[in-house]
């Protein structure tokens, strides 16, 4: 098609993001009243010549189409996100900014995952995050807390004191808990990139478990790394029920080889076509 016939096009379809904002092909196409696959393809013109600009974030299988200074109306979106992905956007918008290494591990990986939303940025050689229409020299430093209250008797100091000790000690014990459950995280996490396997959100984190849905081969899945070397007959079946739940295949990982015994149930059940009682 001669470039002077497509420029009317694409001025309706600009006039259209203006008017509606961000807009998915098929929003598009039904304006023009064009097919989809023309619809994409003026799209996709519009954004090379950088006159749009496009969401990370997928609304089914599309992404959103919209023009510059339209980022604000992506918010309208956010159900559209995952599980993790929509708790971590909701936290950020309430509390405006996320010091990197202060969030739990699933809400760091929640946070690279919504980059429509969640933008990074250092200060004082710290990752730090914001809502994408908070500006960044909003962030203030913490006011460190002030001691109001005057105590006069050397008894009610000591009384106040104890539960202070008791609480320094939880504290302790519950950052030993987040690195360790951290560092499991992270070791789950190299695997699968070392296996091309792409990580879409995060069903459940604790010390024991992880359960990911992930991409295998570009075909969805649900992961269940179980943070022991030992796996048993009875983790398979729970894994297999929690991938029941979302009508997926399953991966089952643990820190070792599975037991010459498991292996040997497990390549005899593959091989079972039935189970049948005689009558």
């Given amino acids: 098609m001669p470039q002077q016939d497509t420029i009317p096009t694409k ?3 600009l006039a259209i993001l203006r008017r509606r904002g961000p807009s998915l092909p098929v ?23 950088k006159k749009i600009k496009i ?27 995952g ?32 980059k429509d939303f969640a933008v990074p940025f ?39 004191e104890k539960p202070a000790e008791k609480k320094k000690k939880t504290i302790k014990t519950k950052t030993v808990s987040k690195k360790t459950n ?7 996490k190299d695997f699968l990139s070392s296996k091309s396997i792409e990580i879409t959100d995060i069903i459940n984190f604790n010390k024991n478990e992880l359960i990911l849905k992930v991409l295998v081969k570009n075909k969805p899945e649900i992961l269940i790394a179980y943070n022991k070397k030992r796996i048993t007959e009875t983790d398979i079946v729970r894994a297999h029920l929690k ?14 080889e599975p037991a010459k015994k498991l292996k040997t149930f497990l390549e005899a059940a593959q091989a079972l076509s ?6």
Avoid: C
């Fill in 55 to 81: 969401s990370f974030m997928r609304v089914g299988s599309s992404p959103l189409y919209f023009i510059a200074g339209q980022e604000p109306s992506l918010k309208k979106f956010s159900q559209y996100l």
């Fill in 11 to 13: 001025e309706r379809i």
């Fill in 243 to 256: 991938a029941s739940e979302f009508s997926l295949n399953y991966v089952v990982l643990s820190l070792a």
């Fill in 274 to 279: 039935a189970i049948g009682k005689i009558e």
């Fill in 122 to 160: 250092k200060k004082n050689d710290e990752i730090y995050w914001r809502f994408f229409t908070e500006p960044e020299e909003n962030l203030e430093a913490p006011e460190k807390p002030k001691i109001t209250k005057i105590i006069e008797k050397p008894k009610d100091l000591e009384i106040l």
């Fill in 83 to 114: 599980r993790k992905e929509k708790e971590t956007y909701t936290l950020l918008e309430t509390k405006k900014f996320f010091k990197d290494t202060e969030q739990e591990p699933a809400i760091r990986v929640a946070l690279r995952s919504i």
């Fill in 27 to 49: 929003h598009v196409a039904r304006e023009m009243e064009m097919s989809m696959l023309f619809a994409g393809a003026f799209l996709s013109e519009l954004l090379s010549e």
């Fill in 182 to 188: 951290e560092k499991f995280f992270e070791k789950v």
